[in-house]
């Protein structure tokens, strides 16, 4: 008799600690991604899904092949081994009309892409290589722009308001 009544309290017990750690109320989960590559430098996690927001812009300005003010961002590397070069490459879907910009998606505006810059206002057209940028061993950003332009130059080209949005891609190349 007094066996069971030891053992009842033990079960009991026993019962309430397997219950507590097996749902904890404050828990969460954590991933982590990435990967390895054989560059001469690795691109910043900050650096990896980059948004850039373009502002509001008046269709006015974008008449004839006219450009708004520049937007700059950076692409972050980390950990660059050596001295030496290298070339960003833009990819993603081309304006219809200038081939050179990024077209406008995802939205009714119409008339315009996005011109790709240096820091020094030089276009990269999309689908080729900026020129050589330098970077040196350690963390390094490389400083572009991005501008709203208008795609035609012709007086009759019509620069449709309205919201957009628009993806590319970008690949570095070291030498």
């Not at 974008?62 to 980390?78: E, S, W």
């Not at 009714?108 to 990269?124: E, K, P, R």
């Not at 330098?134 to 795609?151: F, P």
């Amino acid at each position: 008799m007094q066996m069971k009544k030891m053992w009842a309290p033990l079960l009991a017990l026993s019962f309430l600690t397997g219950t507590a750690q097996a749902a904890p109320e404050d828990s969460g989960k954590i991933t982590f991604t990435g990967a390895i590559t054989a560059s001469p430098c690795s691109i910043a996690p900050d650096s990896t899904d980059i948004n850039v927001p373009m502002g509001v812009v008046t269709a006015s300005v974008l008449k004839q092949g006219g450009q708004a003010t520049p937007v700059p961002f950076n692409i972050n590397l980390l950990d660059c081994q050596a001295d030496s070069t290298v070339t960003v490459k833009f990819t993603g879907t081309a304006d219809g009309t200038d081939g050179t910009l990024l077209g406008l998606q995802g939205g009714h505006a119409a008339g315009a892409g996005i011109a790709l810059l240096s820091d020094n206002n030089t276009q990269i057209p999309l689908g080729e290589d900026s020129s050589d940028i330098q970077i040196n061993s350690g963390n390094n950003s490389i400083r572009l722009q991005a501008a709203l332009k208008g795609n035609s130059t012709e007086a009759a080209h019509v620069v449709t308001p309205g919201e957009f949005t628009s993806l590319a891609t970008f690949t570095l190349a070291y030498n």
